[in-house]
């Protein structure tokens, strides 16, 4: 399941991170959102999700009056002229797990949001304070471009400033500049039959077409550069950690299940409110036993996989010792 | 590490028995309220000079770690504490701490009083993220029962099986019983305390006597050292300012009292305590929970049908003698065992309200408070024996292996 606005706000309370909140109703727009905050001398973003013909997803995050050219960007990235789109609402949901109207730089805490892209718009830098989303609609998060800086790191992100406005000639001589910002994974999306493509992009795709072979050479620079990016970022995220975090697990076995049952049933009653209270319910008493169950699982787990390399260091041991008579 | 309040197994008789007459005794070895009544806690923490848990730390700690706090915080079963907002303080700036409880293996059933320090403790692992060492003073039994060496250690292997099955994580756990593990470093420790504590003194925070043997008057500095990092080289080393938060009952706070006079003088921070009062005997307040009596507690063996039966004849009920009275008057809550069980194990604050409610203006029976009750505990039971049976020999070597543990701050 998606953080909550609570514990992305325990998450920055943790690392010190410095920041403020605003609350108001929900809020769909900038427009809707500078009503009640605009007056407060922080610089309003306008945050968008973006997805490229590979099923690739970007978020660009940029200072209200910036402009953005979804074309000029799209050839920057180096897929083309018309390779970029917005998202569709579903993924808003799925991947950055936030409602309409929300999208945020903080939405890449979850998980489901390892391979989006994050683009910031380098106006941010030279604001005192920034305006984002707290992965609520309700609420305003003011906080310092450094702060936000803070934050990606300790989620394993490099932050990118980009000069959104800037529109360089992409071509022969001039390499597309933001392609080392193309997500190299793939994510996949449930219910969508996708050809999870895991393999990096080579270097003719999305290029203007000119002189192939001799472009392959030059474009598999950044593809390469994309890639060392994607293992230094997986080097700070230990996978053994993440594969034995019990917490994490069962939310998301719970979820799913909820998610499905909730689909199933909702079809046949008229009321869809009382569904999701039961399942919450549900899922508090499943969730307890659950967690215990997996904590055994993994001490058992552990206690085998201890066992073997104890023997196999016995027998090492052992073999180089009678070698050694 | 000694357990819930014994009668008659006082050691130190001539300071238990000067102070008996006239106040509450409550040490390691003796827990005794004044004129047979109640334990007053407000006396306690005076006396002991430690802190009130305020709401407001409980609030902190949803604050900090995200989530709701443990039913034990939220119903002051943990009532006490020392230093630990300064614990708080440390883990909000991003530093982290560990954790560090025990047991005095004395008996191989274990009933749920045993457990309330250990579930507390299981919790706060899960919701810091933190380490823990576990202690099993196998020795302390070993001197103080006059058991031998071999079962003191078989017992000690036996509880860490039902400790294992509370829940704990073996990447962020090490479980290790004195006659194993002292030596090394630990030993070091042992004595750079030994030395700062003078004959006189552990005679007057204890009760020591001259007709004590050494064993049991050297022992103070065992139970001591596991709160200083440097006492566990294969986990801390190079982190010798890693604080040090212990989470037991209210009668271990003489051992700690006397380890935080040491450690400036040894040069080693203070660790932090929070305490918890003491379990009730089925039988009530000022019942005794005995090893002797099998129907004084709810021991983790027992079968659902035993549970049922123990809480229906044994569990003292605060209702009144008959229906028409109880409808009358209400139960008495301040006595009865089954709403104060389950102020310990109902996770639901809402039903606990209604049921303390009805209860007391004598709208619902005792027949329902206990019934609920046996629900309660059944599950409780249910799901630690099915995980006891998956918890081996192995296991327990696996837990008690002298080993890295790489991830014990992810």
């Known amino acids: 399941m998606g953080y909550t606005k609570d514990e992305l706000l325990a998450r920055l309370k943790e690392l010190q991170i410095d920041f403020v909140c605003y609350d108001h109703p929900a809020v769909l727009t900038v427009e809707a959102q500078a009503k009640y905050v605009g007056h407060l001398g922080g610089a309003l973003s306008k945050n968008l999700l973006l997805k490229d013909k590979k099923h690739r997803y970007y978020v660009v995050s940029a200072l209200a009056n910036t402009n953005i050219d979804l074309k000029v960007l799209s050839q920057r990235l180096g897929l083309g002229k018309g390779g970029l789109r917005m998202a569709a609402e579903e993924a808003l949901q799925e991947i950055l797990q936030v409602p309409l109207g929300c999208v945020t730089p903080l939405a890449l805490i979850n998980e489901s949001a390892r391979d989006v892209s994050l683009l910031l718009d380098q106006g941010f830098k030279s604001q005192e304070s920034c305006y984002f989303h707290p992965l609520t609609n309700e609420v305003t998060l003011s906080i310092s471009a450094n702060s936000l800086d803070k934050f990606l790191v300790s989620i394993g992100r490099q932050p990118s400033y980009v000069d959104l406005e800037a529109n360089p000639a992409v071509g022969k001589d001039n390499p597309p500049d933001l392609a080392s910002l193309v997500p190299s994974g793939i994510p996949t999306l449930p219910d969508k039959v996708e050809n999870a493509v895991t393999s990096i992009p080579t270097g003719n795709d999305g290029l203007t077409v000119e002189k192939p072979t001799k472009l392959a050479g030059e474009a598999k620079s950044p593809a390469a550069l994309q890639k060392e990016k994607l293992q230094k970022v997986q080097s700070s995220i230990d996978p053994l950690a993440e594969a034995t975090n019990i917490e994490k697990l069962v939310k998301e076995i719970m979820n799913k299940t909820s998610t499905a049952f909730l689909n199933e049933i909702t079809k046949d009653l008229n009321d869809s409110q009382i569904a999701p209270s039961i399942s919450d319910v549900v899922k508090r008493r499943v969730s307890s036993d659950l967690e215990h169950m997996m904590m055994s699982l993994k001490n058992a787990a552990y206690t085998q996989g201890f066992q073997a390399g104890f023997q196999a260091t016995l027998r090492s041991s052992l073999q180089s010792l009678s070698m050694q008579k | ?410």
């Not at chain 2, 848990?53 to 609030?59: A, G, I, K, N, T």
């Not at chain 2, 810091?128 to 003073?137: A, D, G, R, S």
């Not at chain 2, 040894?266 to 929070?274: M, S, T, W």
Request: hydrophobic share 35%; aromatic share 12%.
């Open chain 2, 1 to 410: 590490m000694a357990e819930e309040p014994k009668k008659g197994d006082a050691v130190g008789s001539g300071v238990g028995g000067r102070e008996a007459e006239e106040e509450q005794v409550v040490n390691p070895w003796e827990v005794t309220a004044k004129d047979g009544g109640k334990i007053d806690y407000d006396k306690l923490i005076e006396k002991f000079g430690c802190q009130r848990l305020e709401e407001s730390l409980v609030r902190r700690v949803e604050r900090l770690t995200g989530r709701p706090a443990h039913v034990f915080l939220r119903r002051g079963v943990f009532f006490a504490h020392r230093d630990f907002n300064e614990i708080l303080d440390v883990y909000e700036r991003g530093e982290k701490f560990y954790l560090y409880t025990g047991r005095g293996p004395s008996s191989e059933a274990l009933h749920f009083g045993h457990l309330v320090p250990f579930m507390f403790t299981k919790y706060l692992q899960d919701a810091f993220k933190v380490p823990l060492v576990i202690q099993l003073t196998d020795d302390e039994k070993c001197m103080w029962k006059n058991l031998t060496v071999e079962e003191s250690k078989r017992l000690a292997r036996e509880n860490a099986k039902d400790i294992i099955a509370c829940g704990f994580d073996i990447t962020r756990t090490f479980i290790f019983s004195d006659f194993n593990y002292v030596g090394g470093a630990f030993y070091e420790n042992m004595v750079k305390v030994a030395k700062c504590v003078t004959f006189n003194k552990v005679v007057g925070i204890f009760g020591f006597t001259n007709e004590d043997h050494i064993g049991k008057i050297s022992f103070p500095p065992v139970q001591a050292v596991p709160s200083f990092p440097s006492s566990f080289p294969h986990l801390f080393s190079g982190k010798d300012n890693l604080r040090c938060l212990i989470p037991c009952a209210i009668d271990q706070d003489p051992y700690f009292r006397m380890t935080r006079d040491v450690a400036p003088r040894i040069g080693y921070q203070k660790p932090a305590l929070i305490e918890s009062s003491f379990f009730p005997a089925l039988q009530g307040e000022t019942g005794k929970m005995s090893a002797s009596d099998p129907n004084s507690a709810i021991y983790v063996t027992d079968s659902s049908k035993g549970i049922k039966n123990k809480v229906n004849r044994y569990a003292f009920s605060g209702g009144q003698d008959s229906i028409e009275n109880h409808r009358k008057y209400g139960a008495n809550l301040e006595v009865d065992i089954p709403v104060k069980y389950l102020g310990f194990f109902l996770e639901d604050d809402a039903e606990l309200d209604h049921i303390r409610k009805e209860y007391g203006a004598g709208r619902m029976l005792t027949g329902e408070v206990k019934k609920r009750l046996i629900e309660v505990l059944s599950e409780l039971v249910e799901r630690h024996q099915r995980a006891r049976a998956a918890v081996t020999d192995e296991m327990v070597d696996a837990f008690m292996a002298v080993r890295p543990l790489p991830h014990m701050f992810s």
